[in-house]
């Protein structure tokens, strides 16, 4: 094994020979697909049409962990930096970045209802661009040739850049009659993409998108109550489950957190109100961070994912989706976890950088947090 390689080792058989490709097997289901030579498992499930968790693909949010139950798989790409130690030694694996050495079997959430919908590249036009916010660009795109683009709501599409590269972008609704995709692309400093988009980007210019992606999509099998947690532009894909449930016309309560810095980050805030107008069970809490800010809109002064909890101490009866950016989604992993929400009913998806960034940054040993 060459330096940079985790292994993790169980019982079960030993490594990889260069001819032998493995067998992946989900306890629970019994499905079972084969991994290409240096494939990782969620590759692996993708191409069999097996729909595993994930949402970074980076091996930083966690969201793809899964229990080994069997066998042997290394780490060349990214250390499995969502993992904790004690993690680790309970067999957690991490889909995205996890190679099997030989034949593994794996206990993972299947999530069945993405994948009827297979993934496809399509060329798109800008059709509408609006400031939403101070740094967040509305974006509606619909595709060149007429046709429709499909998914559910709360995924994301990826933009292939002209190198290549992707950038992952959650939509802001769900499909539409006039078959055009909501983006809310918020500029990131530094940011190749972002700042085209907050620069340059008009109607009518062509972009390249994958779609659709991703597992933050509403479970269905619940009667429990859900919280809804959104920092930033986190609130695109919680928008999309939102409209989601309400066109289900589910009884189901439903509490929105939406926690920015400014007043003018929360920047649908007017969409947001209705809904708790329209729907007695729907409540929307905005939450903003600058205390002056605060104070100056009458909006709740606080962290987001706090003033969740203090409204709700006890999450045991509750289904929590949130999305945003990665330091909130760490801290609500950790404190929603303590608050004994059980975490097979914790969705969320972190906003972090495209997985050919995080590689670069966690090759380049800086540290992730924050980003
Ligand atoms: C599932 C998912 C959904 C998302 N949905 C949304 C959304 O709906 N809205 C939204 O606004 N964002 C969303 N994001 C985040 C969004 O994808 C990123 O902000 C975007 O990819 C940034 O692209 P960029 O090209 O502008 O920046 P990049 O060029 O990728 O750079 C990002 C940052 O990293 C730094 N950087 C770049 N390369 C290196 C390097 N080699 N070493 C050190 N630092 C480096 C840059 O200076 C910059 O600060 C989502 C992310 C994920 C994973
Ligand atoms: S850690 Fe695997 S998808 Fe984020």
């Known amino acids: 094994m060459s330096p940079g390689q985790f292994a993790i080792i169980v019982p079960g058989p030993t490594s990889r020979h260069n001819a032998y490709v493995p067998t992946v097997t989900l306890k629970s289901s019994g499905r079972q697909f084969d991994a290409a030579v240096d494939e990782t498992v969620l ?24 229990t080994l139950v069997e066998g042997e798989c290394a780490y060349p790409r990214n250390p499995p930096v969502a993992l904790s130690a004690a ?30 919908i297979p993934h496809r590249r399509v060329e798109v036009a800008v059709s509408e661009r609006r400031m ?3 740094d967040v660009v509305g974006v509606w795109l619909v595709p060149v040739d ?7 709501p709360g995924q994301y ?15 802001a609704g769900c499909p539409r009659a006039d078959g055009a995709i909501e983006l809310h692309v918020r500029h990131v400093a530094g940011g190749g993409f972002t700042s085209w ?9 062509r972009l390249t998108i994958e779609a659709p992606l991703g597992t933050f999509v509403p479970r269905e099998d619940s009667e429990r109550p859900i919280l809804m947690m959104a920092g930033g532009t986190g609130f695109a894909p919680v928008k999309a489950l939102v409209e989601h449930f309400l066109a289900l016309g589910t ?13 003018a980050d929360i920047y649908l805030r007017d969409m947001a109100t209705q809904w708790a107008t329209d729907m007695p069970t729907l409540r929307f809490i905005p939450v903003i961070s600058d205390a002056q800010e605060a104070a100056a809109s009458g909006m709740r002064e606080g962290l987001v994912h706090e003033a969740l909890l203090e409204d709700h101490p006890d999450l045991t009866d509750f289904d929590v989706y949130m999305s945003g950016p990665p330091a909130m ?13 059980p975490e097979e009913r914790l969705y969320f998806d972190s906003f972090d950088y495209a997985p050919d960034v995080l590689s670069a940054i966690l090759q380049g040993r800086a540290g992730i947090h924050g980003l």
Request: proline share 4%.
């Open 43 to 66: 590759e692996a499930a993708q191409r069999a049409g097996v729909a595993l968790p994930y949402s970074c693909r980076g091996g930083v949010c966690g969201s793809c962990k899964a």
């Open 329 to 341: 989604i760490s801290a609500g992993k950790g404190l929603f976890l303590d608050a004994n929400l």
């Open 146 to 152: 007429g046709t429709r683009v499909n998914w559910l």
């Open 132 to 134: 939403l916010a101070p």
């Open 157 to 171: 599409l990826d933009v292939i850049l002209e190198d290549g590269k992707h950038r992952p972008f959650s939509i």
């Open 87 to 116: 993690a680790q030694r309970h067999h957690a694996v991490l889909l995205c970045q996890a190679v099997p050495c030989g034949d593994l079997v794996i206990e993972a959430r299947e999530i069945a209802s993405v994948e009827d």
């Open 251 to 263: 009884r189901r309560p439903i509490d929105i957190y939406w926690g920015a810095r400014t007043a």
């Open 197 to 205: 988009v907050y620069e340059s980007l008009k109607v009518g210019d």
